[in-house]
């Protein structure tokens, strides 16, 4: 069966750092794997998707993320944070031999951006 | 361009009574995808449609649901006697197409439904 797992559900982060957002993932093969983001009274958004080919992946706002086969993971990153990206993060998987094409999302996780 | 619609953007019922959900797909979008999001929870995959057909249905909780897309455009999901449990945020989205590779899926605002 496939999963993902967002193991934080808040991350807090000073504007200007670095960010991090952990997603881990299981399928019976090989993955496609998404970020989106979700404003507050707003429809998810999407951000970056893996498909193939290089590790990593970047897209936008600046925000990019990186597969990992042997940690089946993929976690969102940003270099420098900005307070405009607090929001609600989730991570999603297809499995490439999957024939329903849905996508699976984990829990999400709330990025806080300070000041 | 217009992006996903859904309507209402909240629907309040009681208990027991039927409701339809809309959704206006993406202009040219085949692909149609319902998702239902809990309070604190990521969605949850219900039901998707490649043109005017049902090709997975896997995610509809029980018999109380169904969704219909007749011309391949505008999407309705149906809920029969409603209950409280199935309060919760219904999200529609839309793709270009399936195949072998994942077109992202452009999601509507959704609607906020709430059974009392």
């Known amino acids: 069966a496939q999963s993902v797992a967002q193991p934080e559900d808040q991350v807090n982060v000073a504007e200007g750092n670095p960010l991090t957002v952990k997603c881990t993932y299981s399928?019976?093969?090989?993955?496609?794997l998404f970020w989106y983001v979700q404003y507050p009274n707003r429809g998810l958004q999407f951000l970056l998707k893996?498909?193939?080919?290089?590790?990593l992946v970047k897209g936008s706002y600046g925000f990019e993320a990186e597969f990992n086969k042997s940690q089946t993971s993929f976690h969102l990153k940003k270099p420098s944070a900005l307070v405009s990206d607090s929001a609600l993060y989730f991570c999603?998987?297809?499995?490439?031999?999957?024939?329903?094409?849905?996508?699976?999302f984990g829990s999400g996780t709330r990025l806080l951006v300070r000041p | 361009g217009a992006g996903v619609s859904q309507t209402p953007s909240n629907k309040v019922t009681e208990k027991g009574k039927y409701v339809e959900l809309r959704c206006d797909p993406i202009?040219?979008?085949?692909?149609l995808y319902w998702y239902r999001q809990s309070l604190g929870q990521g969605p949850e995959f219900l039901i998707y449609?490649?043109?005017?057909?049902?090709?997975?249905d896997s995610g509809l909780p029980n018999d109380r649901f169904f969704a219909v897309r007749p011309e391949g455009s505008v999407s309705t999901l149906k809920i029969q006697r409603t209950e409280r449990g199935d309060s919760a945020v219904y999200l529609c989205?839309?793709?270009?197409?399936?195949?072998?590779?994942?077109?992202?899926?452009?999601f509507g605002p959704g609607t906020r439904l709430t059974v009392t």
């Open positions: 399928v019976s093969g090989n993955p496609y």
């Open positions: 999603a998987v297809r499995d490439m031999r999957d024939s329903s094409y849905k996508l699976i």
């Open positions: 449609f490649q043109g005017t057909g049902a090709a997975d």
């Open positions: 893996y498909i193939t080919g290089d590790n």
């Open positions: 989205a839309s793709s270009l197409g399936t195949g072998r590779l994942p077109y992202e899926q452009y």
């Open positions: 202009s040219g979008h085949t692909a």
